[in-house]
Antibody, heavy 121, light 106 residues
Framework: EVQMLESGGGLVQPGGSLRLSCAAS????????MIWVRQAPGKGLEWVSC????????YYADSVKGRFTISSDKSKDTLYLQMNSLRAEDTAIYYCAKLGPPNTSVYFQHWGQGTLVTVSS | EIVLTQSPATLSLSPGERATLSCRAS??????LGWYQQKPGQAPRLLIYDASNRATGIPARFSASGSGTDFTLTISSLEPEDFAVYYCQHRTNWWTFGQGTKVEIK
């Protein structure tokens, strides 16, 4: 069974940093691109950052480019999101998801339960 | 970038009724469209991929159709657990979602 478990969310002041983790299991981690998606309170879904299965390619939404860094550790089957210079508008539930199919990475096939990030003074 | 517009914003129906949700793309996306269900307090779940294929474990009462710019998700007979928000989604260079349709109990 595919499972993903996010952690690392919490309350942080504007300008602060947080590191989110997503522990994956039930599939060959290095064979699938992984992605972070966020959902602001009462709002829709927004992709944040994506990393290829082999970790060689990374992609960022314009809203987080230069502030967030995605990475993965295949030895631990874990995805990370380092978030710096946080702003109030980054407040959201952050989900990690497994993309598929492996060759096109179009769809969000499996999702974690999410972790809440609140940016407030 | 392609914009996905969902309608209606809210659909008020009773259990047992048929639900029809629409997703319109600003330009053709072929058959590359997915649908997701999100219940309150839960993560989204993939229902449909490639416009009309049910994902693993999705009940047969969920069906979808369309290609190009116009897509439809149909729930043939609403069960209590189907009242949720539904999103359509596409990928060109990046991933985009529609704004969602809430299916609520009438």
């Amino acid at each position: 069974e595919v499972q993903m478990l996010e952690s690392g969310g919490g309350l942080v002041q504007p300008g602060g940093s947080l590191r989110l983790s997503c522990a994956a299991s039930g599939f060959v981690f290095g064979s699938y691109a992984m992605i972070w998606v966020r959902q602001a309170p009462g709002k829709g879904l927004e992709w944040v950052s994506c990393i290829s299965g082999d970790g060689s390619k990374t992609y960022y939404a314009d809203s987080v480019k230069g502030r967030f860094t995605i990475s993965s550790d295949k030895s631990k089957d874990t995805l990370y999101l380092q978030m710096n210079s946080l702003r109030a508008e980054d407040t959201a539930i952050y989900y990690c998801a497994k993309l598929g199919p492996p060759n096109t990475s179009v769809y969000f096939q499996h999702w974690g339960q999410g972790t809440l990030v609140t940016v407030s003074s | 970038e392609i914009v996905l517009t969902q309608s209606p914003a809210t659909l008020s129906l009773s259990p047992g009724e048929r639900a029809t949700l629409s997703c319109r793309a600003s330009q053709s996306v072929g058959s590359s469209l997915g649908w997701y269900q999100q219940k309150p307090g839960q993560a989204p779940r993939l229902l449909i991929y490639d416009a009309s294929n049910r994902a693993t474990g999705i009940p047969a009462r969920f069906s979808a159709s369309g290609s190009g710019t116009d897509f439809t998700l149909t729930i043939s007979s609403l069960e209590p657990e189907d009242f949720a928000v539904y999103y359509c989604q596409h990928r060109t260079n990046w991933w985009t979602f529609g704004q969602g349709t809430k299916v609520e109990i009438k």
